[in-house]
């Protein structure tokens, strides 16, 4: 982009502000897109440590069927706790706040997000609402699932009040930051990177964004209307007031399922970028991926009864739901026959990212084929409120989202730290994950096709076996998610050094040091093609700087 | 990023060329605000859809029991609330030609059309809560979504007027120049989506 004579000054990408000194604008408020990023993902680590021990709460009750560990209510508290903190906390979080923060601007050859303060911003608001979210167990916590349905949830104690406004914060804050992520991927990329250039992951983002700021907003209604009618009796979806039950059930699955992308999408961009790289080998099918993603993200909008179908829906209402079901599958699949294709003759380097990368698919693959049982409405009146559910769930949610997560923290863990994580204590945490995850969820699909109920502290004495099997399993998941953190805080003190491109990957991010500086480049680079042709020589200009002793560039003066 | 070609009236700015990095970051600013529009277009939506939903579950409109909304005074309030749009359209035409005395007194004819038709919601409430004896948690799903939704947009009009205003003590603080304006663009839009929002609260509650 050449600088015209008549103009003053330069533009965005020449505009670089010092870095700021002192601890607290460094590190706690900081408007750095990197360290907002990894702020996202230690506070998610948290909440999932949190929400993971709930979940032990569950399978520790769960190994009698008689129960006995905690009482029934605690128990209620307990899962729809667990359920809520997974999402709002822990998955959305960490797949747009963390990733999406820390990478994409990266990738995109930005200096940073479009709107630096708006995103700190946003962060803080994750924490605070992470606290009020676990704070309603002082309060008497919500008791009716992650999915508040009324008329339960209008008789739940104040804390479920108090959901509501954590929830309310939280989505607040995930539809500031897709807004923050549409202007920034729309505007802000380096020059000659158009959007067909793009990283996929930063694909996938582009198409998570506008579910945040869409579904996310639906949701903040569904909220205030529950907030509402809680806190000042105004009816919506109390029956007995002229309100509807079934309201509350379209509002918050025209929100939910799109959300289920929200979870899904930024994992199957992280795929995306780390198949390539350990394979060896181009992508396979660019333009079918990043399209999908966004044929995912439309269609999403137009599924949500399929969670409906037992709640009294008029049956003409069932049939297209069940088949727009059914159709938003098939992009879903081109992405998982892309992946295989792309690994086909590769030369496979089997390391920690990669075997979560290559259990991504194999995992999600299974819960996307208990998802179409689920949508065609015979079976699912039989399956509707069972352990079936649980079991697809966990599978796209955990074996998906969660195992997409793992692959990318130790895809990017290098660029941001500046060190290797340790391999062996990887390859431990993936194969006992691997076993722990499948016996905790996999007998969950036979104990819901013989009709076990979900959400009951006591259940019938025939499901025990299984059920024990599948607590001890989570116990050995836990130990396995245990050995990851062990890994992170190991390999931050004595991880090999990374340098800037451990693993010869080809994005921007992986042109400049680990970790990046402030200002992420020296000069911004010009794009010329994709950045996935291993064979050729790297689509970049102007990057020639960036690993020598060339000067910082001069930080630009008040404006 | 398209920041290449700039019209030519900005030849004559102080040092005789564009200042690009305000030109991109309005850029930046416009395309979020616009976004945010959006979202709150949807979070307008999430409320008429549930006043919809409930409208058609019950058998008759309104429900038993509750009067008829006064539909003369309300399309007089909103003559006022259009009103309001025209001045404010023609403020921002008028900041862009320089001539900041009009300006001004279009802006201040806004703000106070936006009182006046707050006074008129204001009244509206009145009458309905003493005189109908219709609140907003005591008259079933007719109260709740009326009040909400009527409601929520009284506060984004609340809203509007205090950033109106904020506005005008900043351009008459020399806060904007002839070539950088976007609050005043920003505040435009948002008087306009305010207004729109009215056309279809308007009809869905007071037409059909
Ligand atoms: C091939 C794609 C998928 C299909 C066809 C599908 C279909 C369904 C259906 C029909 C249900 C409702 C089951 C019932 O309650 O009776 C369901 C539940 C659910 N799905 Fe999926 N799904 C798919 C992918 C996903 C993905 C990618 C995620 C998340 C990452 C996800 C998360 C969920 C969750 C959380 C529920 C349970 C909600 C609850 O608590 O009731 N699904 N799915
Ligand atoms: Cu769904």
Redo the contacts between chains.
């Keep these: 982009?050449?600088?015209?004579a008549?103009?003053?000054?330069?533009?965005?990408?020449?505009?670089v502000h010092p870095e700021p000194q002192g601890f607290i604008r460094r590190y706690v408020f900081s408007i750095d897109h990197k360290i907002i990023g990894i702020q996202y993902l230690i506070t998610g680590f948290i909440f999932l440590v949190l929400a993971g021990l709930l979940a032990e709460v569950i399978r520790t009750q769960l190994m009698n069927a008689n129960g006995g560990f905690v009482s029934n209510n605690t128990y209620n508290e307990v899962y729809s706790i667990h359920g809520s903190a997974m999402v709002w906390l822990v998955v959305i979080p960490l797949m747009t706040g963390a990733f999406g923060n820390f990478v994409m601007p990266l990738q995109l050859g930005a200096r940073d997000v479009?709107?630096p303060w708006l995103n700190m911003i946003s962060f803080w608001m994750f924490p605070v609402a992470g606290l009020m979210l676990f704070s309603s167990f002082l309060m008497g916590a919500p008791v009716a699932g992650w999915t508040e349905y009324p008329p339960m949830s209008l008789q739940g104690e104040a804390g479920t009040s108090m959901w509501c406004a954590a929830i309310f914060l939280v989505g607040i804050s995930s539809?500031l930051t897709g807004?923050?992520f549409?202007?920034t991927i729309?505007?802000?990329?380096a020059?000659g990177m158009t959007l067909t250039r793009m990283p996929l992951f930063v694909w996938a983002q582009l198409a998570t964004a506008p579910l945040s700021?869409?579904a996310t907003?639906?949701l903040?209604?569904?909220l205030a209307?529950l907030f509402?009618?809680r806190q000042?009796?105004?009816?919506?979806f109390d029956p007995t007031?002229?309100?509807?039950p079934l309201?509350w059930q379209?509002?918050f699955w025209f929100y939910s399922h799109p959300a289920v992308y929200i979870m899904i999408l930024p994992a199957f961009g992280m795929i995306s970028e780390i198949l390539p790289t350990f394979a060896r080998k181009p992508i396979f099918g660019y333009k079918m991926i990043a399209f999908s993603s966004v044929t995912i993200a439309l269609a999403g909008f137009m599924v949500w009864a399929h969670h409906m179908f037992t709640s009294g829906l008029a049956p003409f209402m069932q049939l297209p739901f069940m088949l727009l079901t059914f159709v938003i599958a098939v992009p879903t699949g081109i992405k998982i026959f892309s992946w295989i294709t792309t690994l086909w003759g590769g030369k496979i380097h089997f390391t920690s990212a990669m075997l979560f990368a290559i259990g991504f698919v194999v995992l999600f693959a299974l819960g996307g084929i208990t998802g179409i049982f689920l949508a065609s409405v015979p079976t699912d009146l039989h399956l509707h409120g069972t352990y079936f559910v649980v079991a697809h769930f966990h599978y796209v949610l955990v074996g998906g989202s969660l195992m997409g997560i793992f692959a990318g923290f130790y895809y990017w863990f290098p660029k941001m730290s500046g060190r290797m994580m340790n391999e062996t204590l990887g390859k431990w945490h993936f194969w006992l994950f691997v076993a722990g995850f499948n016996g905790t969820f996999l007998p969950m699909h036979w104990l819901g096709f013989e009709g076990m109920p979900r959400r009951v502290a006591v259940y019938d004495p025939q499901f025990q076996f299984w059920n024990r099997v599948e607590s001890v399993s989570s116990y050995v998941m836990t130990f396995a998610i245990l050995l990851f953190f062990v890994n992170i805080l190991v390999s931050l003190r004595r991880g090999k050094k990374a340098g800037p491109n451990p693993w010869k990957a080809r994005t921007l991010e992986w042109q400049i040091p680990s970790p990046p500086h402030y200002y992420n480049f020296k000069h911004v680079p010009t794009v010329y093609g994709l950045p996935y042709d291993f064979s050729e020589p790297l689509p970049y200009r102007g990057l020639d700087d960036e690993l020598t002793d060339a000067p910082a560039p001069v930080p630009?003066g008040a404006? | 990023m398209a920041v290449a070609s700039l019209p030519h009236q900005h030849a004559e700015h102080a040092e005789g060329g564009v200042d690009r990095f305000y030109e991109e970051t309005r850029d930046l600013r416009l395309t979020g605000f616009l976004f945010f529009l959006f979202s709150d277009v949807v979070l307008f939506s999430a409320f008429i859809f549930a006043y919809l939903y409930l409208r058609n579950s019950g058998q008759s409109w309104p429900p038993p029991g509750i009067a008829r909304l006064d539909v003369a005074f309300a399309a007089w309030n909103s003559v006022v609330l259009f009103g309001s749009g025209a001045t404010m359209h023609y403020a921002l035409e008028n900041w862009k030609h320089g001539n900041f005395n009009k300006y001004a007194g279009l802006l201040i004819a806004t703000i106070v059309l936006g009182i006046a038709f707050l006074g008129g919601q204001a009244y509206e409430y009145t009458h309905l809560y003493f005189v109908d004896k219709i609140s907003w948690a005591g008259s079933g799903i007719f109260g709740a979504s009326f009040f909400t939704l009527t409601g929520m947009h009284g506060f984004h009009v609340a809203v509007g007027i205090v950033y109106l205003t904020v506005l005008l003590l900043q351009s008459i603080h020399g806060v904007y120049t002839k070539d950088k304006y976007f609050g005043i663009t920003a505040g435009t839009l948002y008087w306009h989506f305010v207004d729109i929002i009215w056309v279809v609260l308007f009809s869905i509650f007071y037409l059909i």
């Design positions: 982009m050449a600088v015209a008549t103009h003053v000054g330069g533009g965005i990408a020449d505009h479009a709107f539809t807004m923050n549409m202007v729309l505007k802000m990329r020059p700021m869409v907003t639906a903040a209604g569904a209307a509402m009618e000042f009796g105004v009816p919506f007031k002229g309100g509807s309201l379209h509002m630009a404006h």
